[in-house]
């Protein structure tokens, strides 16, 4: 029966393999949008309901306009790259709230939150643009989604036992998924998303029109900031350190720029 079960699940997980949009890496994800969305705008109405809203308004404004055109951005590669239903899926909101938490993110469905502590590293428009590009892009990548499913995979770990490893392939899919062999393995998974929401973010605000040059100063600025000196090792950390991101942003900007352009070249 557990074999029966372990193998239903495995072509569960072949089916749903699929490929990020842009940056081109292989995904598991059963976690349709039908199934998360209408959790994720709740738990966002959730949560502006248990915080408070910026005073600030030119902040304000300024994460809702910012938010407002890297979302057109990211809608218009939607529908330009036969993603029409899901780019009608998105519930675009952009919100700041008061919390001295250094933090932003983007929930599935385009529910974006940034916290009053992060504008001082935004520093600027294309800081906040740098910042708004990244959390879109965990969404647009559907990271939060493919990390469940992970989740859901460890809950039955042990029936992995009964599938053998007779295609090593699909072997190392299963391990990854698992990060079966140490702590670090699950860390490095998600220094990957990461990193691909640092690319494909960039990506995203150089076609909403920003600098790109910025996403790297945000990281410089991070570095600077009070604390950030100890940090733990890389290897020991859940995302990349500030300095292989200042570096990898500014080795991927030529690149970001050709692809905005491209893909701006697509609109109507």
Not at 178 to 195: C, D
Request: charged share 20%; glycine share 8%.
């Amino acid at each position: 029966m557990k074999r029966i079960i372990a193998l239903a699940f495995l072509a569960v997980f072949l089916v749903d393999c699929s490929t990020v949009p842009i940056t081109g890496r292989k995904r598991v994800n059963f976690v349709s949008d039908a199934q998360i969305l209408p959790a994720s705008f709740a738990q966002y109405q959730g949560f502006l309901k248990e915080n408070k809203l910026s005073t600030n308004v030119t902040e304000t404004n300024e994460v809702k306009s910012v938010g407002k055109r890297i979302a057109s951005a990211v809608d218009r590669f939607m529908r330009a790259n036969g993603m029409q239903a899901e780019a009608n899926s998105y519930k675009w909101e952009f919100n700041l709230v008061e919390d001295n938490t250094v933090n932003a993110w983007c929930l599935p469905g385009g529910k974006v939150v940034f916290y009053t502590g992060i504008m001082p590293i935004c520093a600027n428009q294309n800081g906040v643009a740098a910042v708004m590009g990244h959390e879109i892009a965990h969404a647009f990548a559907k990271h939060g989604q493919e990390r469940m499913s992970s989740a859901q995979m460890q809950q039955i770990g042990g029936l992995a036992v009964a599938l053998g490893t007779q295609n090593s392939k699909k072997s190392q899919l299963w391990n990854m998924a698992y990060g079966i062999g140490s702590q670090v393995g699950m860390l490095a998974f998600s220094r990957t998303h990461e990193t691909e929401a640092d690319k494909l973010g960039l990506v995203f605000m150089v076609m909403a029109g920003y600098d790109g040059n910025e996403a790297a100063e945000v990281w410089v600025r991070m570095s600077q900031r009070a604390g950030s000196k100890n940090a733990p090792p890389e290897f020991l950390s859940t995302h990349p350190s500030n300095q292989t991101r200042i570096q990898t942003l500014r080795a991927f900007l030529p690149e970001a720029k050709r692809l905005a352009a491209k893909y701006n070249a697509t609109r109507n």
